[in-house]
């Protein structure tokens, strides 16, 4: 069983609607909750970042972690077309960086 | 802060050539750096672990004879993949953890290699 489980998808969504991407993991070590968006072609770009439990919000994106059930989310409002991208899910025990455990990575399309 | 940058971010060369790809943090000291593989349409995998000034620890399958990796100063690691062959062609990607009045860690933007 992988440490990260996250569902590879495709996932595709009209245009405005709102984008839930999840991961599960198994390791209780984890304190560091990132998650990346990839174009094609491209290094990862890290969207955002979460210590421990809780919400953070950065304009259209809201990150969440729910450390009792060991799963975290990713959401989307007012999805565009150039959200078009995979989404990739890690943790760290360390750093927001550092050594990372990734997800498969979910590719999402958006439809004007 | 946590910038880390990687040279060259696109190369290509021919089988059996050698290539180095640089990783340097250029705000903070990285006392660790990590390096990470993605092959199309997959996740980027953990190939190795360097601490500043000691040896490489590889991951399970990394041929540490194929993936040299030096980690001479607090500020530069690089990878250098020997004899490449085709499927050696993938997306390398460092990472770096250190201290700027904590903990710190970023990750650099990768390397697309191509092997004809």
């Known amino acids: 069983q992988k440490e990260v489980e996250q569902d590879p998808g495709p996932l595709s969504v009209p245009e405005g609607a709102i984008v839930s991407l999840n991961c599960t993991y198994s390791?209780?070590?984890?304190?560091?909750f990132m998650w990346y968006r990839q174009y094609s072609r491209k290094g990862p770009e890290l969207l955002m970042y979460?210590?421990?439990?809780g919400n953070k919000e950065d304009g259209r994106f809201t990150a969440q972690v729910d450390k009792s059930s060991k799963y975290i989310s990713l959401f989307i409002r007012d999805s565009q077309p150039s959200d078009s991208a995979t989404y990739l899910c890690?943790?760290?025990?360390?750093?927001?960086?550092?050594?990372?455990?990734f997800g498969d990575g979910t590719t999402l399309t958006v439809k004007p | 802060g946590a910038v880390v940058s990687q040279h060259p971010s696109w190369v290509i060369c021919k089988s059996g050539t050698s290539v180095k790809i640089e990783c340097r943090s250029l705000?903070?000291?990285?006392?660790?750096m990590f390096w990470y593989r993605q092959f199309p349409k997959q996740s980027l995998m953990l190939m190795a672990t360097?601490?500043?000034?000691?040896?490489?620890?590889?991951e399970q399958g990394v041929e540490k004879d194929k993936f040299l990796i030096n980690h001479a100063s607090l500020t530069l690691s690089t990878l250098t993949v020997t004899s490449a062959h085709p499927e050696d062609s993938s997306f390398y990607i460092c990472?770096?953890?250190?201290?700027?009045?904590?903990?710190?860690?970023?990750f650099g933007p990768g390397t697309r290699l191509t092997v004809l």
């Open positions: 979460t210590y421990s439990s």
């Open positions: 390791n209780s070590a984890f304190q560091y």
């Open positions: 890690a943790m760290s025990g360390n750093t927001n960086a550092g050594k990372s455990t």
């Open positions: 990472s770096a953890d250190g201290y700027a009045g904590g903990k710190i860690g970023g």
């Open positions: 360097s601490n500043e000034g000691s040896k490489a620890t590889y």
């Open positions: 705000d903070f000291q990285a006392t660790t």
